[in-house]
T-cell receptor
């Protein structure tokens, strides 16, 4: 069965700190990987996606993610967070036809 | 960009009533739409996959007689919560994948969600 695991449920950082959110998945076949963000009171927005090719993917707002196939991981990173990055971040995996979401990580950035 | 519209955005109703939620793809055709449910402080849980012109595929543990899905056209899917009870109170979100994108497995486009409150 397909599953997605996000390691941290809550993360608190100060502005300018570096961010790394973990995401691991289990699926036996080819996957497509996504990170979504949900700002307070808003709907989901796509941050970045990986389908194939370069395993280091760059997304919007300075975010990037690296697909490590051997570790079944797709961690999200940002070198320097801002207060406006306060949101909930969801890792999602499409294997076959369905997209499954991780439990989410709530990031709070202190100004 | 692709837009998915969900209606209503918020509904409050009495226990025992049925509630219909609409999900429309405004500028693209969607053979497949997905219905998710999000409890407070939790992730999105896939409830069912809605297929245009055929029966929906429900995830394990989701009652198909409770959550009726109709995908009558390439731009509209509806979710009806029948005989709703307080435990059905949740945030329901639909998403759609453009028919033209299905083979390339492009990301889904999400609606703004419907907050359902059952008193």
């Amino acid at each position: 069965a397909q599953s997605v695991s996000q390691h941290n449920h809550h993360v608190i950082l100060s502005e300018a700190a570096s961010l790394e959110l973990g995401c691991n998945y289990s699926y036996g076949g080819t996957v497509n990987l996504f990170w979504y963000v949900q700002y307070p009171g808003q709907h989901l927005q796509l941050l970045l996606k990986y389908f194939s090719g370069d395993p280091l993917v760059k997304g919007i707002k300075g975010f990037e993610a690296e697909f490590i196939k051997s570790k079944f991981s797709f961690n999200l990173r940002k070198p320097s967070v801002q207060w406006s990055d306060t949101a909930e971040y969801f890792c999602a995996v499409t294997g076959g036809f369905k997209t499954i979401f991780g439990a989410g990580t709530r990031l709070f950035v202190k100004a | 960009g692709a837009v998915v519209s969900q209606h209503p955005s918020w509904v409050i109703c009495k226990s025992g009533t049925s509630v219909k939620i609409e999900c429309r793809s405004l500028d693209f055709q969607a053979t497949t739409m997905f219905w998710y449910r999000q409890f407070p402080k939790q992730s999105l849980m896939l409830m069912a996959t809605s297929n245009e012109g055929s029966k929906a595929t429900y995830e394990q543990g989701v009652e198909k007689d409770k959550f009726l899905i109709n995908h009558a056209s390439l731009t509209l899917s509806t979710l009806t919560v029948t005989s709703a009870h307080p435990e059905d109170s949740s945030f329901y979100i639909c998403s759609a994948r453009a028919t033209r994108d299905e083979r390339r497995n492009q990301p889904q486009h999400f609606g703004d969600g419907t907050r359902l409150s059952i008193l």
